[in-house]
């Protein structure tokens, strides 16, 4: 999907609610609607601290200050809702100490959501950013498009991201659900992170290779754009890269991208588990949580996380355009990771 002030035109009229503007994926989606000449008129970002949002480059005119963390923001959320035609679902939390601070963004901050639109634009499209963690493991992309209530997820976060979909799919609204697998790109904590790890002198990796998928975060707004478009009501779409690869593989494409070559150290699931609990102690005490943990060594020692990408090619035409050698490469430059 080409940036054409041609692809804004089929856009449909009215305002748009995206949540989550200030964050990863939806700073590039906004940039990308701006860049296509739709107007801040046009556009409502749901934000919890509008200075922050400012100096991430958001008009003002475009914001509206609603945390979906809060019980209490409701009428933000139903005035932010008011005559909008298409909602973009992006906010989410990453990381956590525990089970309850994923669901109080990925679950309840939905359904908060999801109880605003009915009330305020009952007819609104509702495009749902999830996550293939909320479909669980699989090898070959097998069960990834299956709906929610079938789904049975490895890791506190992937079930905080099910439930939600549920209270997508419950809520009446028209609806698409997007569900993307690793999604990388510049200016991205967990991407930096992947790069750390891969360019450290040793880099502990599962003694087994799991098959993944892995996507751009340009194609990742890409079939977000389609889906408010196209707007095919109540699908599930698992989003898939250019082309699979594993855990091993990608962190010596990581490595490869920066003219570096990867240590791949094996250590048994059980090493990298006490090394994720003692990194929630230090998370806990510090009350800031990261990246690494125990419920993301849940999913590490997982099968595979393939998601099957023919049902986004069947409902909106979607195919990943940005291969894993020129997305690495991209981060690798921008992110002061490549070698000069």
Request: aromatic content about 4%; overall charge positive.
């Amino acid at each position: 999907m080409s940036d054409s002030n041609s692809e804004l035109r089929l856009i449909p009229p009215g305002s748009l609610l995206v949540t989550g503007a200030t964050g990863f994926m939806g700073g590039v989606l906004v940039r990308r609607l701006f860049a296509n000449g739709l107007a801040p008129s046009r556009l409502r970002c749901v934000v919890r601290d509008l200075d922050r949002a400012e100096r991430s480059g958001l008009p003002r005119e475009s914001l509206v200050v609603g945390d979906l963390s809060n019980s209490d923001c409701g009428e933000q959320l139903r005035a932010a809702a008011d005559g909008a035609t298409v909602v973009i679902h992006l906010a989410g939390s990453l990381k956590s100490c525990d089970r309850r601070g994923f669901d109080v963004v990925n679950w309840h901050g939905t359904q908060r959501l999801v109880d605003a639109v009915v009330a305020a634009a009952p007819k609104t499209h509702l495009v749902h950013v999830s996550s293939l963690a909320a479909a669980g493991p699989s090898v070959d992309g097998r069960g990834t498009a299956e709906p929610a209530d079938r789904c049975h997820p490895v890791s506190n976060y992937g079930e905080s991201k099910r439930r939600g979909e549920l209270a997508v799919v419950g809520s009446g609204l028209p609806f698409t659900i997007l569900r993307p697998p690793v999604v990388y790109g510049p200016n991205d904590g967990a991407t930096q992170l992947l790069f750390r790890q891969a360019l450290a002198p040793i880099t502990a990796m599962p003694i087994r290779s799991r098959p993944l998928s892995v996507i751009h975060v340009d194609d990742v707004v890409d079939a977000a754009l389609l889906a408010l478009i196209k707007r095919p009501h109540g699908a599930t779409l698992p989003l898939a890269g250019p082309a699979r690869t594993d855990t091993h593989q990608l962190m010596r494409a990581i490595a490869a991208s920066c003219g570096r070559r990867a240590r791949l150290v094996p250590v048994p699931m059980a090493l990298a588990a006490l090394a994720a609990s003692a990194a929630d102690l230090l998370a806990r005490v510090r009350n800031k949580p990261g990246y690494f943990n125990r419920d993301k060594v849940r999913e590490l020692g997982a099968g595979g996380w393939v998601a099957d990408g023919e049902p986004a090619k069947h409902s909106l035409g979607f195919q990943a355009r940005v291969s894993l050698a020129d997305g690495l490469a991209a981060v690798a430059q921008s992110d002061g990771f490549a070698r000069n």
